[in-house]
């Protein structure tokens, strides 16, 4: 700590100085994270993370009031669209995947527009087809159960999903972790270099030896050691 145990301004500004001055320490301890981080990670599996999605939509009726009705209806109805029920069925239209109604829940993703006449079926998967199976899948079944429970087809499919989309690079994910390792390493040994000169004991301002604000100081005498 300071002689006068009041840290400045300037105290902080030549910590960060100190820490430019010893840049190298720093970047050594983030290259030696950087090559932990490589060998943690070695091992990792690189997964791609793929997206598909379908819709449906409601009919629009004639009626002002049958439409709102419908609107009402597809807006109710959105929970059932993750049901154990349609994503069982799903599972059963897709059993190359070995798919339980639990996975399909995990896997799947359902919205609706502004409107509430539109709902979007997004699946997220390791599997580019099967992120595309599974959503044209969960879409279809809740299309089946709407039609069972309202006794009409006014839900229909209105976009299959026919490809998918890479959303997530696994390649690219594991290499932000290294570099985290790497920045984590530089960030740490800096915090040390910083906080070690900020409390030093060390004087390094004349103003440090004055013990109230207003004291003048006339001469520093330096500790001389003997030499042995």
């Not at 995990?106 to 709902?119: A, K, Q, R």
């Not at 026919?162 to 594991?174: E, H, I, M, N, V």
């Not at 290294?178 to 040994?189: E, P």
Request: overall charge negative.
């Amino acid at each position: 700590m300071n002689l006068n145990e009041d840290i400045r301004f300037a105290d902080f500004e030549l910590s960060f100085i100190a820490v430019w001055r010893k840049k190298l320490i720093p970047i050594a301890v983030g290259l030696l994270c950087f090559i932990i981080g490589i060998i943690l990670t070695l091992g990792g599996s690189v997964e791609n993370v793929f997206h598909a999605s379908a819709s449906v939509y409601a009919a629009q009726m004639s009626s002002h009031t049958e439409n709102y009705n419908i609107t009402i209806a597809m807006s109710d109805y959105t929970d059932l669209a993750k049901s154990t029920r349609v994503c069982e069925r799903a599972a059963q239209m897709i059993p190359s995947y070995g798919l339980s109604a639990r996975d399909v829940q995990g896997l799947i993703n359902v919205s609706t527009s502004g409107t509430g006449l539109t709902m979007n079926f997004s699946a997220s998967s390791s599997n580019a087809a099967l992120a595309v199976d599974l959503a044209n899948a969960v879409a279809e079944s809740f299309v089946i159960e709407m039609r069972s429970a309202t006794g009409t087809n006014i839900v229909q499919m209105l976009d299959s999903a026919d490809s998918s989309y890479k959303t997530s690079d696994g390649f690219r994910s594991l290499w932000k972790i290294r570099i985290l390792f790497f920045l984590a390493g530089v960030a740490a040994a800096s915090a040390v270099i910083f906080v070690k000169e900020l409390f030093s004991d060390r004087v390094r301002l004349i103003e440090q030896c004055a013990l109230e604000d207003e004291d003048m100081i006339l001469g520093i005498l330096p500790e001389i050691r003997e030499k042995k």
